[in-house]
């Protein structure tokens, strides 16, 4: 079993950055992907970023490319989400799951374990 914990969320000013942590208790953390999810209001959950589980891979959906950065220290059992240059359409509820099932990275189907989810909000 696999807890993740999201942290790191508030509000800030467009252009400013932020950084998620996805801190995981439980067994066998390295042996997951790690997915970042955000869900805004009215709109369904949307796949932001990928990494593998030594880190050697990962994707970004279009809109956040050249803007935020995942990594992962699995020897503190964390994955952060490093989010610049925001913009008020980044504003949601961030997620992180493991991604536990075959399937496409954005898929939100394919993971289980998600976390509670941090507010992100930006404001114009």
């Known amino acids: 079993q696999l807890q993740l914990v999201e942290s790191g969320g508030g509000l800030v000013h467009a252009g400013g950055s932020l950084r998620l942590s996805c801190a995981a208790s439980g067994l066998a953390f390295d042996a997951y992907p790690i997915g970042w999810f955000r869900e805004a209001p009215g709109k369904g959950r949307e796949g932001v970023s990928y990494i593998s589980p030594d880190g050697s891979s990962t994707n970004y959906t279009d809109s956040v490319k050249g803007r935020f950065t995942i990594s992962r220290d699995n020897a503190k059992n964390t994955v952060y989400l490093q989010m610049d240059s925001l913009k008020p359409e980044d504003t949601a509820v961030y997620s992180c799951?493991?991604?536990?099932?075959?399937?496409?990275?954005?898929?939100?189907?394919?993971?289980?374990?998600w976390g509670q989810g941090t507010q992100v909000t930006v404001s114009s």
């Open positions: 799951a493991a991604k536990t099932y075959g399937g496409v990275w954005y898929e939100k189907w394919a993971y289980d374990y």
